[in-house]
Structure formats: structure tokens, C-alpha cells
């Protein structure tokens, strides 16, 4: 299977927009830079057909790329744990943000999830053989050293190279 990795920053994938000012230049951004990420996922899964997208995504929530499979008949699933798995398994939300979780819990929350997500991808994915797995920047080495491994031929791509793509928002949106 040829698997192409797009790691992103989580902020981009909501397919509702999030900002609010009374001029509408923060919407009028944040759509831009949605619209973009959706167009750069459109491009790939027509020139590398692929026929599976699997995202790391909050649940319950629309996202870009999903939205894009859906007029492009890609099939999309989200590949993240479900909240409730996460609770049995003991994995707090934004554990890697938090002070108080060990190193050694991080690193080892982060290993379940990742194989989580290869393995949801890859039994989604069924007899695909052009996929594209949707991560956070945080998992894309760990996932890509393992789909290697199995001998999935990988690439990837980080938005943080988009000529298009700002990472920080927060500052941009406050420059404008």
C-alpha cells in the first residue's frame, strides 16, 4: 500500500468555522487557510487515486477532509480512538500538554494511539492500495517508521511547507 502522511496542526481539520470578529477578517482567514488544506487534499487523492482517507479527528465533529471525500467518493473514517475507549484505556484529552503526566505516560499514550491509527488506516483501507492518513505533526515519525516497517511505501507532507498554510493563527489573526 502506498500511504502518503499529511501531518497538520489540529486547528485546520474542523470543517465549521471557528473565529468570530465584527469586520469578518478572522473568518474570511480562517475559511483561506480551509479552503486551502481542502484543495491540497482534493489534489492529492486525484493524482495518487486514492480511494481511502483515514484522519486522526475529534469525534463528532465534520472535518475538511472529510467534507473533500465526500464530493471526491473517497471513502473517510476517522481513525482516533473513540472518547470512551480513551477513558477505558485511561488516556487523558491534552495529556501532552499537561505538566502533571510523566514523560513515560506521554510517550506510552502516544505509542497506543499511533498504533491505533495504523491499524484502523490499514484494515479501513481494505484492498486500497493510494491511502492518505491525516495526523497530527506530533505522530507523523512514529507512524511513518512503522508503516515502513510493515513495507508500505510512504510519504509525507507537513502544512507547516505550504507556501499557503500560517501555523500560528493566533498571531497572524492579531496582526490583521
Not at 3 to 28: D, F, Y
Not at 113 to 133: D, F, K, P, S
Request: charged share 30%.
Amino acid at each position: 500500500m502506498h500511504v502518503l502522511i499529511i501531518a497538520i496542526n489540529h486547528q485546520i481539520q474542523s470543517a465549521m468555522i471557528g473565529s468570530m470578529s465584527t469586520n469578518g477578517n478572522l473568518e474570511a482567514f480562517e475559511r483561506g487557510q480551509k479552503e486551502a488544506f481542502g484543495e491540497m487534499i482534493r489534489v492529492q487523492i486525484r493524482q495518487r487515486g486514492v480511494q481511502f482517507v483515514g484522519e486522526e479527528a475529534r469525534h463528532g465533529q465534520e472535518t475538511v477532509a472529510q467534507r473533500v471525500c465526500g464530493m471526491e467518493q473517497c471513502r473517510h473514517a476517522n481513525i482516533e480512538k473513540e472518547p470512551e475507549e480513551r477513558q477505558r484505556r485511561q488516556i487523558p484529552l491534552n495529556y501532552w500538554e499537561d505538566p502533571n503526566v510523566s514523560e513515560a505516560d506521554k510517550a506510552r499514550f502516544n505509542c497506543e494511539r499511533e498504533a491505533y491509527m495504523i491499524n484502523r488506516t490499514i484494515t479501513g483501507a481494505g484492498q486500497a492500495e493510494n491511502v492518505i492518513l491525516i495526523c497530527g505533526r506530533l505522530h507523523r515519525d512514529a507512524i511513518a517508521e512503522d508503516l515502513r516497517r510493515r513495507e508500505h511505501i510512504v510519504d509525507e507532507i507537513d502544512l507547516q511547507d505550504q507556501s499557503w498554510y500560517i501555523e500560528n493563527w493566533m498571531e497572524h489573526m492579531l496582526d490583521l
